[in-house]
Protein backbone atom coordinates (compact mmCIF):
# COMPACT_ATOMS: atom_id res chain seq x y z
CA UNK A 1 0.00 0.00 0.00
CA UNK A 2 2.72 2.34 1.05
CA UNK A 3 3.81 2.95 -2.99
CA UNK A 4 0.54 5.18 -3.10
CA UNK A 5 2.53 7.42 -0.75
CA UNK A 6 3.37 10.57 -3.31
CA UNK A 7 7.25 12.18 -1.83
CA UNK A 8 5.90 15.62 0.18
CA UNK A 9 8.33 18.71 -0.65
CA UNK A 10 10.86 18.99 1.89
CA UNK A 11 10.39 21.72 4.60
CA UNK A 12 12.60 24.57 3.07
CA UNK A 13 14.66 25.70 6.59
CA UNK A 14 15.31 21.76 7.76
CA UNK A 15 16.50 20.96 3.72
CA UNK A 16 18.80 24.35 4.72
CA UNK A 17 20.23 22.98 8.14
CA UNK A 18 20.86 19.57 6.04
CA UNK A 19 22.98 21.41 3.19
CA UNK A 20 24.97 23.49 5.66
CA UNK A 21 25.95 20.21 7.51
CA UNK A 22 26.97 18.80 4.02
CA UNK A 23 29.20 21.85 3.00
CA UNK A 24 32.75 21.33 3.13
CA UNK A 25 34.23 24.31 3.38
CA UNK A 26 35.34 25.87 6.72
CA UNK A 27 34.69 29.28 6.35
CA UNK A 28 30.86 28.77 5.91
CA UNK A 29 28.09 30.67 7.84
CA UNK A 30 24.84 29.22 8.79
CA UNK A 31 22.09 31.76 9.30
CA UNK A 32 19.58 29.43 8.53
CA UNK A 33 17.42 27.74 10.99
CA UNK A 34 16.15 29.99 14.11
CA UNK A 35 18.23 28.17 16.73
CA UNK A 36 20.45 30.61 19.28
CA UNK A 37 24.20 30.85 18.95
CA UNK A 38 26.64 32.58 20.69
CA UNK A 39 29.95 33.99 19.62
CA UNK A 40 31.68 30.81 19.30
CA UNK A 41 28.70 29.53 17.32
CA UNK A 42 27.11 27.26 20.50
CA UNK A 43 24.02 26.98 21.31
CA UNK A 44 24.84 26.28 25.33
CA UNK A 45 22.38 24.82 27.50
CA UNK A 46 20.98 27.95 30.09
CA UNK A 47 22.66 27.68 33.49
CA UNK A 48 19.34 28.05 34.93
CA UNK A 49 18.13 24.88 32.98
CA UNK A 50 21.39 23.11 33.89
CA UNK A 51 20.29 23.98 37.41
CA UNK A 52 16.75 22.95 37.73
CA UNK A 53 17.76 19.48 35.95
CA UNK A 54 20.74 18.66 38.51
CA UNK A 55 17.67 19.30 41.26
CA UNK A 56 15.17 17.40 39.04
CA UNK A 57 17.47 14.41 38.98
CA UNK A 58 18.08 14.23 42.13
CA UNK A 59 14.60 15.24 43.45
CA UNK A 60 12.17 13.46 41.31
CA UNK A 61 10.87 10.00 42.00
CA UNK A 62 8.87 9.04 39.39
CA UNK A 63 8.24 9.39 35.56
CA UNK A 64 5.00 8.02 35.82
CA UNK A 65 1.93 9.80 33.52
CA UNK A 66 0.76 13.70 34.67
CA UNK A 67 -2.18 14.52 32.77
CA UNK A 68 -3.57 15.29 29.56
CA UNK A 69 -2.80 18.71 29.64
CA UNK A 70 0.44 18.79 31.49
CA UNK A 71 1.28 19.81 34.79
CA UNK A 72 -1.60 22.60 35.68
CA UNK A 73 1.79 24.18 37.47
CA UNK A 74 3.56 24.40 34.04
CA UNK A 75 0.40 26.40 32.46
CA UNK A 76 -0.09 28.63 35.47
CA UNK A 77 3.42 29.86 35.08
CA UNK A 78 3.59 30.21 31.12
CA UNK A 79 0.58 31.82 31.59
CA UNK A 80 1.35 34.13 34.13
CA UNK A 81 4.61 34.86 31.66
CA UNK A 82 3.06 35.46 29.00
CA UNK A 83 -0.05 36.60 29.98
CA UNK A 84 0.70 38.28 33.43
CA UNK A 85 -2.67 39.33 34.69
CA UNK A 86 -3.87 41.18 31.80
CA UNK A 87 -6.86 38.01 31.83
CA UNK A 88 -8.26 36.56 34.53
CA UNK A 89 -6.91 33.14 34.86
CA UNK A 90 -10.40 31.27 35.69
CA UNK A 91 -10.87 32.39 31.77
CA UNK A 92 -7.93 30.31 30.55
CA UNK A 93 -8.09 26.91 29.20
CA UNK A 94 -4.20 25.73 28.74
CA UNK A 95 -2.89 22.32 27.63
CA UNK A 96 0.99 21.67 27.56
CA UNK A 97 1.93 20.45 23.74
CA UNK A 98 5.40 19.08 21.77
CA UNK A 99 6.57 22.59 21.76
CA UNK A 100 4.85 26.00 20.04
CA UNK A 101 4.42 23.38 16.79
CA UNK A 102 2.67 21.62 18.59
CA UNK A 103 0.42 24.12 20.59
CA UNK A 104 -0.38 25.43 16.94
CA UNK A 105 -1.12 22.57 15.44
CA UNK A 106 -3.44 21.92 17.93
CA UNK A 107 -4.75 25.49 17.86
CA UNK A 108 -5.90 25.15 14.37
CA UNK A 109 -7.16 21.51 14.83
CA UNK A 110 -9.25 23.36 17.65
CA UNK A 111 -10.32 25.57 15.31
CA UNK A 112 -11.24 22.96 12.99
CA UNK A 113 -13.12 21.15 15.27
CA UNK A 114 -14.86 24.42 15.85
CA UNK A 115 -16.22 25.53 12.23
CA UNK A 116 -14.48 23.26 9.77
CA UNK A 117 -15.44 26.60 7.43
CA UNK A 118 -13.10 28.76 9.45
CA UNK A 119 -10.60 30.64 7.21
CA UNK A 120 -7.62 31.48 8.72
CA UNK A 121 -5.72 35.13 8.13
CA UNK A 122 -2.29 35.00 7.70
CA UNK A 123 0.71 37.81 7.63
CA UNK A 124 2.41 37.41 4.13
CA UNK A 125 5.36 36.16 4.77
CA UNK A 126 4.53 33.96 8.04
CA UNK A 127 6.76 31.06 8.96
CA UNK A 128 6.53 28.50 6.52
CA UNK A 129 5.33 25.67 8.78
CA UNK A 130 2.18 27.41 9.73
CA UNK A 131 1.19 27.36 6.19
CA UNK A 132 2.30 23.50 5.92
CA UNK A 133 0.21 22.51 8.99
CA UNK A 134 -2.97 24.28 7.80
CA UNK A 135 -2.55 22.87 4.11
CA UNK A 136 -2.47 19.69 5.58
CA UNK A 137 -5.08 20.15 7.46
CA UNK A 138 -7.32 21.02 4.88
CA UNK A 139 -7.99 24.49 6.12
CA UNK A 140 -8.68 27.82 4.20
CA UNK A 141 -5.73 30.52 4.39
CA UNK A 142 -6.28 33.89 3.44
CA UNK A 143 -3.12 36.07 3.23
CA UNK A 144 -2.86 39.72 4.75
CA UNK A 145 -0.14 42.18 3.84
CA UNK A 146 2.60 42.59 6.08
CA UNK A 147 5.98 43.07 5.22
CA UNK A 148 6.72 46.19 3.05
CA UNK A 149 9.91 45.49 0.91
CA UNK A 150 10.85 48.86 -0.25
CA UNK A 151 10.78 49.94 3.53
CA UNK A 152 11.73 46.74 5.03
CA UNK A 153 8.93 47.24 7.70
CA UNK A 154 5.19 46.21 8.52
CA UNK A 155 3.12 47.31 5.44
CA UNK A 156 0.58 48.59 8.25
CA UNK A 157 -2.02 50.12 6.04
CA UNK A 158 -2.28 47.26 3.84
CA UNK A 159 -2.36 44.98 6.79
CA UNK A 160 -5.18 46.82 7.85
CA UNK A 161 -7.20 46.51 4.58
CA UNK A 162 -6.98 42.97 4.42
CA UNK A 163 -7.88 42.38 8.31
CA UNK A 164 -11.31 44.48 7.58
CA UNK A 165 -12.39 41.60 5.18
CA UNK A 166 -12.15 38.95 7.97
CA UNK A 167 -15.37 38.00 9.14
CA UNK A 168 -16.98 36.27 12.29
CA UNK A 169 -15.92 32.68 12.20
CA UNK A 170 -12.56 32.97 10.87
CA UNK A 171 -9.07 33.41 12.68
CA UNK A 172 -6.58 35.62 12.13
CA UNK A 173 -2.95 34.46 12.79
CA UNK A 174 -0.44 37.18 14.67
CA UNK A 175 3.24 36.88 15.91
CA UNK A 176 3.37 37.96 19.26
CA UNK A 177 6.91 39.72 18.61
CA UNK A 178 9.63 39.27 16.94
CA UNK A 179 8.14 38.10 13.51
CA UNK A 180 9.37 35.43 11.19
CA UNK A 181 10.23 35.48 8.89
CA UNK A 182 10.60 38.68 8.22
CA UNK A 183 11.51 40.42 11.85
CA UNK A 184 9.52 43.61 11.48
CA UNK A 185 7.37 44.20 14.53
CA UNK A 186 4.15 46.32 15.01
CA UNK A 187 4.34 48.71 18.06
CA UNK A 188 1.34 49.03 20.51
CA UNK A 189 -1.13 51.63 18.72
CA UNK A 190 -0.67 49.43 15.69
CA UNK A 191 -1.77 46.53 17.49
CA UNK A 192 -4.48 48.81 19.16
CA UNK A 193 -5.55 49.43 15.33
CA UNK A 194 -5.59 45.51 14.99
CA UNK A 195 -7.73 44.74 18.44
CA UNK A 196 -10.37 47.42 16.94
CA UNK A 197 -10.58 45.48 13.44
CA UNK A 198 -11.12 42.32 15.64
CA UNK A 199 -13.43 44.09 17.45
CA UNK A 200 -15.20 45.25 14.28
CA UNK A 201 -15.16 41.78 12.17
CA UNK A 202 -15.33 39.86 15.40
CA UNK A 203 -13.03 37.13 13.65
CA UNK A 204 -11.17 35.27 16.44
CA UNK A 205 -6.87 36.03 17.15
CA UNK A 206 -4.43 33.39 17.44
CA UNK A 207 -1.01 34.46 18.49
CA UNK A 208 2.05 32.51 18.00
CA UNK A 209 4.64 34.17 20.49
CA UNK A 210 7.72 32.07 20.23
CA UNK A 211 10.40 34.43 21.34
CA UNK A 212 9.28 36.19 23.95
CA UNK A 213 12.34 37.93 25.15
CA UNK A 214 14.34 38.15 22.12
CA UNK A 215 12.68 41.83 21.19
CA UNK A 216 12.51 44.23 23.30
CA UNK A 217 12.40 42.40 26.56
CA UNK A 218 10.04 39.88 28.01
CA UNK A 219 7.26 42.34 29.28
CA UNK A 220 7.67 44.39 26.20
CA UNK A 221 7.51 41.54 23.71
CA UNK A 222 4.26 40.51 25.56
CA UNK A 223 2.14 43.52 25.32
CA UNK A 224 1.02 43.15 22.43
CA UNK A 225 -0.18 39.91 23.23
CA UNK A 226 -1.67 40.97 26.37
CA UNK A 227 -3.63 43.71 24.99
CA UNK A 228 -5.42 41.68 22.45
CA UNK A 229 -6.15 38.66 24.96
CA UNK A 230 -7.61 41.49 27.21
CA UNK A 231 -9.75 43.06 24.32
CA UNK A 232 -11.62 40.20 22.70
CA UNK A 233 -13.63 37.66 24.25
CA UNK A 234 -12.02 34.52 22.62
CA UNK A 235 -8.50 34.44 21.78
CA UNK A 236 -5.79 31.78 20.86
CA UNK A 237 -2.06 31.51 22.06
CA UNK A 238 0.19 29.13 20.91
CA UNK A 239 3.25 29.75 23.09
CA UNK A 240 6.93 27.98 22.95
CA UNK A 241 9.73 27.65 25.51
CA UNK A 242 11.96 26.36 22.80
CA UNK A 243 13.70 29.55 22.18
CA UNK A 244 13.38 31.80 25.66
CA UNK A 245 14.60 28.90 27.65
CA UNK A 246 17.06 27.37 24.86
CA UNK A 247 15.60 23.72 25.39
CA UNK A 248 14.88 23.13 21.33
CA UNK A 249 14.41 19.22 21.36
CA UNK A 250 12.55 19.06 24.89
CA UNK A 251 9.58 20.21 22.57
CA UNK A 252 7.72 22.23 25.67
CA UNK A 253 4.67 24.66 24.51
CA UNK A 254 1.57 25.68 25.80
CA UNK A 255 -1.84 26.21 23.67
CA UNK A 256 -3.82 28.52 25.70
CA UNK A 257 -7.58 29.48 24.80
CA UNK A 258 -9.18 32.28 26.33
CA UNK A 259 -13.05 32.40 26.37
CA UNK A 260 -15.36 34.31 28.75
CA UNK A 261 -17.37 32.12 30.39
CA UNK A 262 -16.66 29.45 33.10
CA UNK A 263 -18.37 27.09 30.94
CA UNK A 264 -16.69 27.87 27.79
CA UNK A 265 -13.18 27.34 29.46
CA UNK A 266 -14.56 23.83 30.49
CA UNK A 267 -15.28 22.90 27.08
CA UNK A 268 -12.39 24.10 25.93
CA UNK A 269 -10.39 22.79 28.52
CA UNK A 270 -11.55 19.32 28.12
CA UNK A 271 -11.44 19.55 24.25
CA UNK A 272 -7.82 20.32 24.20
CA UNK A 273 -7.34 17.48 26.47
CA UNK A 274 -9.09 15.22 24.04
CA UNK A 275 -6.85 16.70 21.50
CA UNK A 276 -4.11 15.74 22.85
CA UNK A 277 -5.37 12.42 23.62
CA UNK A 278 -6.25 11.64 19.80
CA UNK A 279 -2.65 13.32 18.80
CA UNK A 280 0.16 12.02 21.30
CA UNK A 281 -1.64 11.69 24.11
CA UNK A 282 0.21 12.85 27.25
CA UNK A 283 2.52 15.90 26.50
CA UNK A 284 6.20 15.77 26.97
CA UNK A 285 7.11 16.80 30.40
CA UNK A 286 10.79 17.27 31.41
CA UNK A 287 10.97 20.60 29.53
CA UNK A 288 7.93 21.88 31.00
CA UNK A 289 9.12 20.86 34.62
CA UNK A 290 12.50 22.50 34.12
CA UNK A 291 10.41 25.50 32.90
CA UNK A 292 8.26 25.57 36.01
CA UNK A 293 10.97 25.37 38.61
CA UNK A 294 12.77 27.87 36.75
CA UNK A 295 9.73 30.19 36.84
CA UNK A 296 9.41 29.38 40.39
CA UNK A 297 11.90 29.81 41.89
CA UNK A 298 13.18 33.74 42.79
CA UNK A 299 17.35 33.12 42.26
CA UNK A 300 16.64 30.42 39.14
CA UNK A 301 14.18 32.83 37.77
CA UNK A 302 16.36 35.62 37.77
CA UNK A 303 19.51 34.01 36.43
CA UNK A 304 17.43 32.96 33.71
CA UNK A 305 16.24 36.11 32.74
CA UNK A 306 19.88 37.55 33.49
CA UNK A 307 21.00 34.98 30.57
CA UNK A 308 18.00 35.60 28.60
CA UNK A 309 18.83 39.65 28.51
CA UNK A 310 22.53 38.51 27.84
CA UNK A 311 21.18 36.98 24.29
CA UNK A 312 18.78 39.61 23.57
CA UNK A 313 21.48 42.28 23.54
CA UNK A 314 23.93 40.05 21.69
CA UNK A 315 21.30 39.96 18.75
CA UNK A 316 20.88 43.51 19.03
CA UNK A 317 24.44 44.60 18.81
CA UNK A 318 24.88 42.23 16.07
CA UNK A 319 22.41 43.83 14.30
CA UNK A 320 23.29 47.65 14.69
CA UNK A 321 27.21 45.92 13.63
CA UNK A 322 25.41 44.90 10.51
CA UNK A 323 23.55 47.85 9.54
CA UNK A 324 26.76 49.74 10.17
CA UNK A 325 28.96 47.66 8.37
CA UNK A 326 26.50 47.51 5.42
CA UNK A 327 26.19 51.70 5.75
CA UNK A 328 29.87 52.34 5.49
CA UNK A 329 30.60 49.56 2.65
CA UNK A 330 27.63 50.71 0.15
CA UNK A 331 27.74 54.18 1.48
CA UNK A 332 23.86 54.37 1.51
CA UNK A 333 21.44 53.92 4.85
CA UNK A 334 19.35 51.26 2.59
CA UNK A 335 19.86 48.91 5.21
CA UNK A 336 19.09 50.62 8.08
CA UNK A 337 15.75 48.75 8.62
CA UNK A 338 18.18 45.77 10.18
CA UNK A 339 18.50 47.74 12.81
CA UNK A 340 15.00 48.59 13.74
CA UNK A 341 14.03 44.84 13.51
CA UNK A 342 13.65 42.69 16.53
CA UNK A 343 13.99 39.17 17.36
CA UNK A 344 16.09 36.72 15.94
CA UNK A 345 15.37 37.15 12.23
CA UNK A 346 15.41 39.78 9.56
CA UNK A 347 14.27 39.31 5.69
CA UNK A 348 16.75 41.09 3.79
CA UNK A 349 14.74 41.72 1.06
CA UNK A 350 16.88 39.72 -1.17
CA UNK A 351 15.73 37.82 -4.54
CA UNK A 352 16.02 34.03 -4.34
CA UNK A 353 19.00 33.79 -6.95
CA UNK A 354 20.96 36.72 -5.09
CA UNK A 355 20.81 34.22 -1.74
CA UNK A 356 21.93 30.99 -3.80
CA UNK A 357 24.64 33.27 -4.79
CA UNK A 358 25.56 33.69 -1.52
CA UNK A 359 25.30 30.31 -0.63
CA UNK A 360 27.57 28.68 -3.70
CA UNK A 361 30.32 31.54 -4.04
CA UNK A 362 30.33 32.77 -0.30
CA UNK A 363 29.09 29.60 1.77
CA UNK A 364 26.58 31.73 3.54
CA UNK A 365 23.17 29.82 4.23
CA UNK A 366 20.40 31.69 4.84
CA UNK A 367 16.49 30.95 3.70
CA UNK A 368 15.18 31.42 0.32
CA UNK A 369 13.32 34.21 1.02
CA UNK A 370 16.13 36.23 2.46
CA UNK A 371 15.50 35.47 6.38
CA UNK A 372 18.91 35.78 7.80
CA UNK A 373 19.09 34.12 11.97
CA UNK A 374 21.00 37.13 13.03
CA UNK A 375 22.32 34.92 16.20
CA UNK A 376 24.58 33.20 13.37
CA UNK A 377 26.57 36.07 12.84
CA UNK A 378 29.76 37.18 15.32
CA UNK A 379 32.21 39.97 15.45
CA UNK A 380 34.13 38.39 12.96
CA UNK A 381 31.43 37.55 10.32
CA UNK A 382 29.61 40.44 10.66
CA UNK A 383 32.02 41.99 7.94
CA UNK A 384 32.25 38.99 5.53
CA UNK A 385 28.77 38.98 5.27
CA UNK A 386 28.22 42.50 4.75
CA UNK A 387 30.83 42.50 1.76
CA UNK A 388 28.93 39.23 0.58
CA UNK A 389 25.70 40.65 0.38
CA UNK A 390 27.55 44.05 -1.51
CA UNK A 391 29.18 41.53 -3.87
CA UNK A 392 25.77 39.38 -5.08
CA UNK A 393 24.42 43.03 -5.52
CA UNK A 394 21.88 42.99 -3.26
C1 LIG B 1 12.64 28.52 12.46
O1 LIG B 1 11.74 29.21 11.97
O2 LIG B 1 13.76 28.42 11.96
C2 LIG B 1 12.38 27.76 13.73
O3 LIG B 1 11.12 28.04 14.22
C3 LIG B 1 12.67 26.32 13.62
C4 LIG B 1 11.64 25.58 12.84
O4 LIG B 1 11.11 24.61 13.37
O5 LIG B 1 11.37 25.94 11.69
Redesign the pocket.
Known sequence: MFENLKAQPADK??ALMQMYKNDPRPSKIDLG??VYKNPQGLTPVMRAVKAAEQELWKTQDTKTYVGLAGDPGFSDALIDLVLGDAVDRDLVAAAATPGG?GACRQAFELVRMADKDARVFVSDPT?P?HLSILSYLGMQVVNYRYFDDETGGVDFDGMIEDLKSAKSGDVVLLHGCCH??TGANLNLSEWQAVVDVLRDTGAVPMIDI?YQGFGDGLEEDAAGTRLVASSVPECLIAASCSKNFGIYRERTGLLMAISQDPDARKLNQDTLAFLNRQNFSFPPDHGARVVTMILQDEALRTDWKAELEDVRLTMLDLRQQLADELQKLSGSDRFGFLAQHRGMFSRLGAAPDKVEALRTEHGIYMVGDSRMNIAGLNGETVPILAKAILDVGI
Request: aromatic letters at 10%.
Open positions: ILVGTWNNPA
